[in-house]
């Protein structure tokens, strides 16, 4: 990956980037931008299942991951935060589930 990586031209890897967010945007659209709908939900107590807190967690990261590498502006600082209410919401239901048990 990093040969393909580096044999891109530079102009190319921000619409690259880019088209690769876009198609996980339309797949995920909890995902884009801030994701403060998300976090909005996950505070009011609406619990979201473990499968797709997991699938959130991994698709935000990896569309940010793109984000970074190809050189959009965009930030980590608000992933970081989508990322860690992802994560403890996670935590938040296998807590649930284990003292329920």
Known sequence: FKKLAKKTPKSLKPIVGGLFCGVVGIFYPQVRFF????QNALLSNNSLPNL?????????MIATAFSVASGL???????????GSMTGA???NSVTFVSES
């Open 35 to 38: 994701g403060a709908e998300t």
């Open 52 to 60: 797709m807190l997991l699938s959130l967690l991994s698709v935000k």
């Open 73 to 83: 502006v965009g930030g980590t600082f608000a992933p970081c935060l989508f990322l």
């Open 90 to 92: 996670l935590f938040h």
